[in-house]
């Protein structure tokens, strides 16, 4: 049963099954969109990366998502919250990936605002989070667009290099 966690005007953000690897595939080992972790994945990786969402779903009941078309139901992305490390605690962070021909689309914007909503209406969390690399202007964009403030930067070693990272931050009081 593929589960529809969440709706927006024009997406459905749903947990991923096996079934999705070839469009998670097509995502993740292309060149443009992967620029951001130095290089697209291979096979292993992009099953890693999806086994690795399996296990959060399970262990946590939330993820990064597939995102997909409700006209089409093409899935065109990920997006979603993840737990992940920061001054040496684990914080939720809102993450997107987005396949090249959606990209300036509107579509990472709008699953994000959908997922902080999630965040904190249903997760209860009090604090959001995004952890973006330096040089990926446009997801630093959907993060402020998000209602995030730049808090921090630092410095993560991540497939074999060190990559400056720009932490966003919202707080549930913080938002209108």
Request: glycine share 4%; charged share 30%; proline share 0%.
């Given at each position: 049963m593929k589960r529809i966690i969440l709706e927006s005007d024009r997406l459905w953000l749903r947990?991923?099954?096996?079934?999705?690897?070839?469009?998670?595939?097509?995502?993740?080992?292309?060149e443009k969109v992967m620029y951001a972790y130095n290089g697209?994945?291979?096979?292993?990786?992009?099953?890693?990366?999806?086994?690795?969402?399996?296990?959060?779903?399970?262990e946590y009941g939330f993820g990064l998502w597939g995102v997909f078309l409700k006209d089409s139901e093409e899935m065109i992305g990920q997006c979603g919250i993840t737990m992940q490390?920061?001054?040496?605690?684990?914080?939720p962070e809102i993450g997107y990936l987005l396949a090249h021909k959606y990209w300036h689309k509107g579509y990472a914007s709008e699953s994000a605002?959908?997922?902080?909503?999630?965040?904190?209406?249903?997760?209860?969390?009090?604090?959001l989070y995004s952890i973006i690399r330096d040089t990926n202007i446009a997801s630093q964009k959907v993060a402020i667009n998000n209602g995030m403030t730049e808090i921090d930067t630092f410095v993560k070693h991540y497939r074999g290099?060190?990559?400056p990272h720009k932490v966003f931050c919202v707080r549930k009081e913080?938002?209108?």
């Open positions: 947990e991923m099954t096996i079934s999705d690897m070839d469009s998670l595939s097509e995502i993740l080992q292309d697209a994945f291979n096979d292993e990786e992009t099953m890693a990366w999806l086994q690795k969402q399996l296990k959060r779903y399970d490390e920061y001054k040496g605690t684990q914080v605002a959908a997922c902080k909503e999630y965040g904190f209406n249903i997760l209860h969390f009090d604090t290099i060190d990559m913080d938002k209108n």
